[in-house]
């Protein structure tokens, strides 16, 4: 059990150059922070990690599952970024470790660099580019289209891939998509219902998928092949999903006129570092370092956005927009005094929790649970603080995973 409103001040560690929004997100909580640029390796986390109750990170440093068996302070994780695929999600729910993340707050980042991208492509604008560089004055025509009434298609029709379609559809383009989950149509664009016809369609086609493991490798040499030759492809979700050998080949071939990849399935961990992929070097090929969401605006909305989350657990136990614990949007903590209870998701735990309340004769003001396959969360606030007793007795309730109290 620990009590959240005694203890001392709480501590973050924010890693990988996390926007100055978030140190002061965290001074304004009365949260002290210790900030590094880099990523760290699991032997220097978990050597660093001591003391500290938050770690920040974006999506250069890995989380596993001995990091948290061996951090014994952490409470609550920020990924400071889109995806979530380099923590373990699983072990750290096992621990009670909350995760928040930034699902919408680049959205326009990397929308913005798509476009930018098509139209660079169509255009062969690198080509053009590097040649002025070296020198070569070539004013031509050749192979250089405007992108207006060409077909886009997305694959991945998310929160990045409905705003990409809203745009391309203002700058001209005529936008399909193809989705495994129902998504609902914005603007003109149209469903499609397999890859096979988008690729068969599109001019463009551009991927926006999840991390999720089932999204690895989903393209690949037959996909490559089934494209309209001379189209473009665009991958800005994860690096893990293209085969970027493959992806060389049909751009050799000259079946694609171009690509623009910003995420790869091996990317350097520290700025500086030698940057290695079968794609560098060609022509038409447009790579950069993993900067789709990568815009001051960007970063520093995300900075706001989860060292808001990760303060609000902090300080009232909420959990909403948590990707690994139930979520619970908590109200202001007020006069009330709060116990936060995360446990097994078993039946009978609010039952037996409410029974050791009403033995106190505590008035209850507000009660919300909410369950997360194997993990249920509790939050009463009650008038007047819980006896001791009670306090411990729901602590010692062998499905309790946690128990914490805030006043405020």
């Not at 390796?41 to 660093?48: F, H, N, T, V, Y």
């Not at 928040?100 to 690198?126: C, D, K, M, Q």
Request: hydrophobic share 40%; charged share 20%.
């Amino acid at each position: 059990m620990t009590d959240l409103s005694t203890q001392g001040p709480t501590r973050a560690l924010l890693l990988e150059n996390i926007h100055p929004a978030a140190s002061e997100v965290f001074a304004r909580a009365g949260i002290e922070v210790e900030t590094r640029s880099g990523a760290l390796s699991e032997d220097e986390l978990i050597a660093a990690l001591p003391g500290f109750e938050l770690l920040g990170i974006r999506s250069s440093t890995h989380l596993t599952a001995r990091l948290f068996d061996e951090a014994p302070d952490l409470l609550a994780v920020g990924a400071f970024c889109i995806g979530t695929n380099q923590i373990d999600l699983a072990a750290a729910a096992k621990h009670g470790i909350a995760a928040f993340n930034a699902p919408y707050s680049n959205t326009r980042s990397v929308v913005e660099l798509v476009i930018g991208e098509i139209i660079a492509l169509a255009r062969r604008l690198p080509d053009k580019i590097q040649k002025m560089h070296d020198g070569v004055w070539d004013k031509s025509a050749a192979g250089s289209h405007e992108i207006r009434g060409r077909v886009l298609g997305i694959v991945g029709y998310g929160n990045i891939g409905s705003q990409l379609s809203v745009v391309a559809e203002a700058v001209g383009l005529r936008v399909i998509y193809f989705d495994t989950t129902d998504r609902l149509a914005h603007g003109n664009a149209q469903r499609v219902g397999t890859l096979d016809e988008l690729l068969a369609q599109s001019d463009v086609v551009t991927i926006h998928v999840d991390g999720r493991p089932g999204n690895a490798g989903i393209f690949g040499e037959e996909q490559f092949k089934k494209m309209k030759s001379r189209s473009i492809f665009i991958n800005a979700s994860r690096g893990m999903v293209v085969d970027d050998a493959a992806l060389r080949e049909y751009i050799v071939s000259g079946h694609l006129a171009g690509a623009a990849l910003d995420v790869f399935p091996i990317e350097p961990k520290k700025q500086g570092e030698t940057f290695e992929s079968p794609l560098r070097g060609l022509d038409n090929v447009i790579l950069t370092p993993h900067v789709g969401g990568s815009t001051q605006e960007a970063q520093e909305e995300i900075g706001y956005f989860v060292s808001g989350k990760l303060s609000s657990f902090m300080s009232g136990g909420g959990t909403a927009l948590s990707v690994n614990l139930p979520e619970i949007q908590t109200p202001a903590l007020g006069d009330s005094f709060r116990i936060a209870h995360l446990h097994i998701n078993v039946p009978g735990v609010l039952a037996e929790i409410n029974r050791i309340l009403g033995e106190q004769g505590t008035n209850v003001v507000a009660q919300n649970l909410a369950t997360q396959g194997e993990q249920g969360y509790v939050v009463t606030d009650l008038a007047a603080p819980l006896d001791q007793r009670a306090v411990d007795q729901l602590a010692a309730l062998p499905q309790t995973i946690w128990l914490r109290t805030h006043k405020s």
